[in-house]
């Protein structure tokens, strides 16, 4: 089944304490992108990769890392967490970063840092 | 700068009756447009996709979109709603920029 997963699916943890989010896919999609989903404001677009070792900002980088070293994984760095980085995280990918690309959705994952 | 606004955090309707929940965009060029529904614990899942061509898309599940260029709109419809359609319900936009912009969201709650 074509998907996209990530882990974990809920997450508590400490201010300053590192964490990583992983997300993976099975479809051999080139492009990959972590967005956060906060109430009122939608969802904003963290970072991106259009292919391996090819990262870029998106609208909200600060306080987040990514890494594409390999082309199905596009793990989510948290350095050190801050409470304003509470939010449900969702990692996307589709075939390439052409605009008329269809991005497919992971479930989610709720992180709420103390 | 690329802004979607979605003027109605909330939408009610009737089993049965047609629904509508707004969009509009702002891009720089041709824009590109989707709309995304969200159910609960869920990630989004794509419904359709506005790229060129015919201004009526149709979707899935029954839903249809029409893009207005003159008003910049891309309004999501359907003739008739099923309780199963309710859900949140996002538009988003691609200009000259790979970077989607979404809107923020439209509770869509069909009664029985």
């Known amino acids: 089944e074509a998907q996209v997963t990530q882990n974990p699916r809920y997450l508590i943890t400490v201010t300053g304490k590192k964490l990583t989010v992983t997300c993976s896919q099975n479809m051999n999609h080139e492009y990959m992108s972590w967005y956060r989903q906060d109430p009122g404001l939608g969802l904003r677009q963290i970072y991106y990769s259009m292919n391996v070792e090819v990262t870029d900002k998106g609208d909200v980088p600060e306080g987040y890392k990514v890494s594409r070293k390999e082309k199905r994984n596009f793990p989510l760095i948290l350095e050190s967490p801050s409470p304003n980085q509470t939010s449900l995280y969702f990692c996307a990918s589709s075939l390439g970063a052409d605009f008329m690309e269809t991005q497919y959705f992971g479930p989610g994952t709720r992180l709420l840092v103390l | 700068a690329q802004s979607v606004a979605q003027p109605e955090d909330q939408v009610n309707v009737a089993e049965g009756n047609p629904l509508t929940v707004k969009c509009t965009y702002s891009v720089s060029g041709n824009p590109y447009l989707f709309w995304y529904v969200q159910y609960p614990n869920r990630g989004l899942q794509f419904l359709l996709k506005?790229?060129?061509?015919?201004?009526l898309v149709k979707g899935s599940y029954g839903f249809e979109a029409e893009f207005n260029k003159s008003q910049t709109s891309f309004h999501l419809k359907k003739p008739s709603a099923l309780v199963s359609d309710s859900a949140l319900y996002f538009c988003?936009?691609?200009?000259?920029?790979?970077?989607?912009?979404f809107g923020r969201g439209t509770s869509l709650i069909v009664h029985p």
């Open positions: 988003a936009a691609k200009g000259g920029s790979y970077i989607p912009t």
């Open positions: 506005y790229i060129t061509g015919d201004n």
